[in-house]
T-cell receptor, first 115, second 115 residues
Framework: AQSVTQLGSHVSVSEGALVLLRCNYS??????LFWYVQYPNQGLQLLLK??????LVKGINGFEAEFKKSETSFHLTKPSAHMSDAAEYFCAVSDPIQGAQKLVFGQGTRLTINP | DTGVSQDPRHKITKRGQNVTFRCDPI?????LYWYRQTLGQGPEFLTYFQNEAQLEKSRLLSDRFSAERPKGSFSTLEIQRTEQGDSAMYLCASSPRGGPYNEQFFGPGTRLTVL
């Protein structure tokens, strides 16, 4: 069965500092991987996705993630944090179901930005 | 396109009452998903529709839960005889026909509180 582990339920960085959110996956099939962001009282918004086309994936708002098969990882990074990046971030792996894919999410990482 | 909408946004009910939530997907998206998110956790898959057919149900979906998607457009999720453990955010997502890495677009969710 597919699963995702996000290391660190809370991450705090200073404005302008590097953001690194960790995600490790387990998948019995070639994985499709996603990062979603959730702002308070809102639904989830897709940041980026890995679909096997390229191992380094660029997303919205300056985020990017690198797929490393040997490490079964898909960590999310951003070179310089902005106050507006404060939110909950979820890593997810796709799991085949009849006719489609469901998403299996990690527990989430709450990102706090210090001024 | 206005995105995925859900109604109501908040619902407070007493234990034992029945509740019904509605989801309107993005028009022409034939795939519709329901997820449940409890505090401090990532969303968990509940059920999936392709057009009007319910093709997948999680074991999380007890017999008190029922979902429909008549005519393949909007969907409803009903919980009968609510329990305090049902308190959660219920998220709806939709995606278009196509490959396994198609983005799922999420609605803002319905937050259920069972007293």
């Amino acid at each position: 069965a597919q699963s995702v582990t996000q290391l660190g339920s809370h991450v705090s960085v200073s404005e302008g500092a590097l953001v690194l959110l960790r995600c490790n996956y387990s998948s019995s099939v070639p994985p499709y991987l996603f990062w979603y962001v959730q702002y308070p009282n809102q639904g989830l918004q897709l940041l980026l996705k890995y679909t096997s086309a390229a191992t380094l994936v660029k997303g919205i708002n300056g985020f990017e993630a690198e797929f490393k098969k040997s490490e079964t990882s898909f960590h999310l990074t951003k070179p310089s944090a902005h106050m507006s990046d404060a939110a909950e971030y979820f890593c997810a792996v796709s799991d085949p179901i009849q006719g489609a894919q469901k998403l299996v999410f990690g527990q989430g990482t709450r990102l706090t930005i210090n001024p | 396109d206005t995105g995925v909408s859900q109604d109501p946004r908040h619902k407070i009910t007493k234990r034992g009452q029945n509740v019904t939530f509605r989801c309107d997907p993005i028009s022409e998206h034939n795939r519709l998903y329901w997820y449940r998110q409890t505090l401090g956790q990532g969303p968990e898959f509940l059920t999936y529709f392709q057009n009007e057919a319910q093709l997948e149900k999680s074991r999380l979906l007890s017999d008190r839960f029922s979902a429909e998607r008549p005519k393949g457009s909007f969907s409803t999720l009903e919980i009968q005889r609510t329990e305090q453990g049902d308190s959660a955010m219920y998220l709806c997502a939709s995606s278009p026909r196509g490959g396994p890495y198609n983005e799922q677009f999420f609605g803002p969710g319905t937050r259920l509180t069972v007293l």
